[in-house]
């Protein structure tokens, strides 16, 4: 018997390049040839009927389908600029509601223009009173940049209110175990933090709001439009404009790498603080 899906399959899998390594080096060209001597010389299908054709033939245009755009995938991958493909493939994974503004603030990105480069209550003349961190879950990095930063300051520094909320957090979620262990190395306790949904009443008492990365300025733009004049990425007032990628699902390692990315843009919150400005 010959099972004419199976090798359309496997011809599939070596377009893709996900034949297994163990296998001999197929190539396309190599399986198309078999499948034309099997179709040449058919034996018997091992789904065929003659009675009820059916099944085989839906079987056999389902799995065509499925190659020839598994196949053009593939294509469109190596023609397009890898930064292209990436860009698209971050679009697939935000909310429907935020992907235009996504999209905006990747293309200003890109072209260099500073996506918030001052949120508008940095430029006044009083120092902000009220500072929130906003990630996706309030699990992880807003969390820890809103505990480190408190203890930054401590009883001697500005008189600043410093919290925390996520975009799409489930309210009294506890921090993940990676993180409080991570924000424990570097002396910060997360034991006690619990996950605060970002509200509308939030955002208006907020002076500042810094997110982590353009999901979450997406997001905020999108659920929250008055929150435009004052909300700008976590490193934005360093002077560049760079993402903390949410570490979330990663091993203490990576955790760690990412609280100190936030560390770094925490220096130049601070100094502002200071300043009064």
């Known amino acids: 018997m010959v099972w004419v899906r199976g090798m359309l399959l496997r011809i599939g899998q070596i377009g893709r390049r996900a034949v297994p390594a163990s296998t001999a080096a197929p190539t396309v060209l190599g399986d198309l040839r078999v499948l034309a001597g099997v179709l040449v010389h058919p034996g018997r299908d091992a789904l065929w009927s003659v009675a009820d054709p059916v099944p085989s033939v839906m079987e056999a245009l389902v799995t065509v389908g499925g190659a020839v755009a598994g196949l053009a995938k593939v294509m469109v991958r190596r023609l397009l600029p890898p930064g292209l493909v990436a860009l698209v493939g971050a679009i697939r994974h935000v909310r ?9 603030l990747r293309v200003r990105s890109w072209l260099g223009r500073p996506v918030r480069a001052e949120a508008q209550r940095w430029r006044d003349t009083r120092a902000p009173r009220s500072l929130v961190f906003v990630c996706h879950g309030n699990i992880m990095r807003s969390a820890f940049a809103a505990a480190r930063l408190r ?14 909320a996520g975009v799409w957090a489930q309210e009294g979620k506890a921090a993940e175990p990676a993180a409080r262990r991570a924000a424990a190395a570097l002396g910060v306790n997360l034991d006690d933090h619990r996950a605060t949904p970002l509200t509308t009443d939030i955002v208006s008492r907020a ?10 300025l997406a997001d905020v733009f999108a659920r929250f439009p008055q929150a435009r004049g004052k909300t700008q990425l976590l490193s934005a007032p360093g002077g560049r404009e760079r993402e903390i990628a949410d570490p979330y699902g990663g091993d203490v390692g990576t955790v760690s790498n990412t609280f100190l990315q936030i560390d770094r843009a925490l220096e130049s919150i ?3 603080l200071r300043q009064g400005m």
């Open 207 to 216: 002076d500042i709001i810094l997110v982590m990365d353009f999901y979450n």
């Open 151 to 164: 203890q930054l300051l401590g009883g001697s520094g500005p008189a600043v209110a410093v919290t925390s």
């Open 270 to 272: 601070l100094e502002r």
């Open 96 to 104: 429907p509601g935020s992907r235009r503004t996504y999209l905006t």
